[in-house]
């Protein structure tokens, strides 16, 4: 089944521990990205990847870091969390950077950083 | 600056009451895409449709339907018939050609209940 895994779907954390939450495809897809979610702010962008050793900046990076050594895995790593990164984050994938392809989304991982 | 808004933050009707719900983007691009996201309460984001800025045609997909005119730049997201199961927050979304930073802007999103 065509699918975009996140884990974990929850993790309640302190302050300033070290997190990854991971991102895995299985559609062979080239385009990866994490979102946040947060209540009237909708979906905004954290970091992208067009392919593998290839990454960039979204829309609110600050706090967070990616990388993207293999096509099919694409980890969140949050170095130092604080409680403002509180918030519902989504992994999503597709086939490539053409912005026509829709995006497929994992479920969903539920942070709170305490 | 791109920028999309979805005005309506909660709609509740009736089962089986038509709603729509709208889409209003920002762009200086004049290639573009533009996309429709559903969100359960399950969670999941599911894909709706996508529609080019080149095609202007509505589509029609079940009871679904879609309004796209570049003239007021709205993409305007019909329901008609509404059920129970659509009940979901539904995310307009905004992407841009490749040349430029590969940027989705997304809406802020429109919860809709739709009442037994």
């Known amino acids: 089944e065509a699918q975009v895994t996140q884990n974990p779907r929850y993790l309640i954390t302190v302050t300033g521990k070290k997190l990854t939450v991971t991102c895995s495809q299985n559609m062979n897809h080239e385009y990866m990205s994490w979102y946040r979610q947060d209540p009237g702010l909708g979906l905004r962008q954290i970091y992208y990847?067009?392919?593998?050793?290839?990454?960039d900046k979204g829309d609110v990076p600050e706090g967070y870091k990616v990388s993207r050594k293999e096509k099919r895995n694409f980890p969140l790593i949050l170095e130092s969390p604080s409680p403002n990164q509180t918030s519902l984050y989504f992994c999503?994938?597709?086939?490539?950077?053409?912005?026509?392809?829709?995006?497929?989304f994992g479920d969903g991982t539920r942070l709170s950083i305490l | 600056a791109q920028k999309v808004t979805q005005a309506q933050t909660e709609i509740s009707v009736v089962e089986k009451e038509d709603v729509t719900l709208d889409c209003v983007y920002e762009t200086r691009d004049t290639t573009y895409y533009l996309f429709w996201y559903k969100q359960p309460p399950s969670g999941e984001l599911v894909f709706l449709i996508r529609?080019?800025?080149?095609?202007?045609q509505n589509e029609i997909s079940g009871r679904y339907s879609w309004n796209f005119q570049k003239s007021t730049s709205s993409f305007n997201f019909t329901i008609t018939a509404s059920q129970v199961v659509d009940s979901a927050v539904y995310f307009c979304a905004l992407t841009r050609p490749p040349s430029s930073a590969s940027k989705i802007i997304f809406g802020s999103g429109t919860r809709l209940s739709i009442r037994p």
């Open positions: 999503a994938s597709s086939l490539s950077m053409a912005p026509q392809q829709p995006q497929h």
């Open positions: 529609r080019n800025s080149f095609d202007e």
């Open positions: 990847s067009m392919n593998v050793e290839v990454t």
